[in-house]
């Protein structure tokens, strides 16, 4: 629920393939026990669902062609964020075809998106 608050209406919508699954990299735990607010590599709005400045970024003035160097989880929001107040965004990546850096490689074996009935 920390990775992906929405995941039982997605489950219950069918739309399984859409879950943002944990990948128990135990951040959210590291953080409970320090008493420290939680963070979430997954979920990078943990925490702070209620803060305009992150579900509702000003758009940007002027806005800029914008490039991206990496392609894992902090270069992807960095992306996502500037793209959503209105920059041109272009990411670029050292190697690979897949976006995602160690996180995807932290995924490998999780859960598919397949439910038993």
Same mark, same amino acid.
């Given at each position: 629920?920390?990775?992906?608050?929405?995941?039982?209406?997605?489950?219950?919508?069918?739309?399984?393939?859409?879950?943002?699954?944990?990948?128990?990299?135990?951040?959210?735990?590291?953080?409970?026990?320090?008493?420290?607010?939680?963070?979430?590599?997954?979920?990078?709005?943990?925490?702070?669902?209620?803060?305009?400045?992150?579900?509702? *970024? *000003? *758009?940007?003035?002027?806005?800029?062609?914008?490039?991206?160097?990496?392609?894992? *989880?902090?270069?992807?929001?960095?992306?996502?964020?500037?793209?959503?107040?209105?920059?041109?965004?272009?990411?670029?990546?050292?190697?690979?075809?897949?976006?995602?850096?160690?996180?995807?490689?932290?995924?490998?074996?999780?859960?598919?998106?397949?439910?038993?009935?």
């Amino acid at each position: 629920m920390i990775a992906d608050p929405l995941l039982p209406k997605k489950v219950l919508e069918g739309r399984e393939q859409d879950i943002r699954w944990c990948v128990a990299c135990t951040s959210a735990w590291r953080d409970w026990f320090r008493d420290a607010p939680m963070t979430c590599y997954i979920n990078p709005l943990c925490a702070h669902e209620h803060d305009p400045r992150y579900t509702n *970024p *000003p *758009p940007a003035d002027p806005k800029k062609n914008i490039m991206i160097v990496g392609g894992g *989880p902090a270069g992807l929001e960095c992306a996502y964020m500037a793209a959503q107040r209105g920059h041109e965004v272009h990411v670029y990546r050292k190697s690979g075809k897949e976006l995602g850096g160690t996180i995807l490689e932290a995924s490998k074996g999780l859960p598919t998106a397949t439910m038993n009935s």
